[in-house]
């Protein structure tokens, strides 16, 4: 389910699918790095003005699921103009500035992006460019993102599912939506 915030900037409402704290898993492989199992943590919060504010925390995963160490980390900002385009700054972990454009797709919830600019510090990998596509795709947010760099073309390099993480503060909030003439009997509710 998308909730919408009454306290959401109102440009930011077809970008409130994306609201909310996130986990899961996923695949990343690219040549040069290891190819691994990863768990990741996202957030996109707002505070009201006209941007959404993004964090990812990404690990490698052993072959239990463990957390073994930590591969990726990301942050930046998120808005959206009257047209549906999407601009994003993002800055990495690894020393890596971009910014993202994309654009919503038509009556779907998802968001397809292309870094229009890279900037990178001396001591970061070779990198040139990417795009990502973002889809809320049965209550989870799906994500796949390429990369390339000057010896290797665009490529799929990690891609993820994840689930919306639902905290005490959450289902508080659900319960007291919840009517109060609810049937008592756990089967007229279904029927």
Known sequence: MIEIPSDLHKDLVPLAFLLGNWAGAGVHDFPGSEKCNFGQEVSFTHDGRDFLEYHSRTWVLDQDGNKVRPLETESGFWRIRPDRTVEVTMTRDDGVIEIWYGEMADKKPQIDLVTDAVARTADAQPYSGGKRLYGYVKSDLMWVGEKQTP???????????????????DVERWA?????????DGITFFK
């Open 176 to 184: 007291k939506a919840l009517p109060d003439d609810l049937p008592d």
């Open 151 to 169: 010896e290797v073309p665009l490529r799929p390099y990690m891609s993820a599912q994840l689930k919306k993480v639902v905290t005490p503060e």
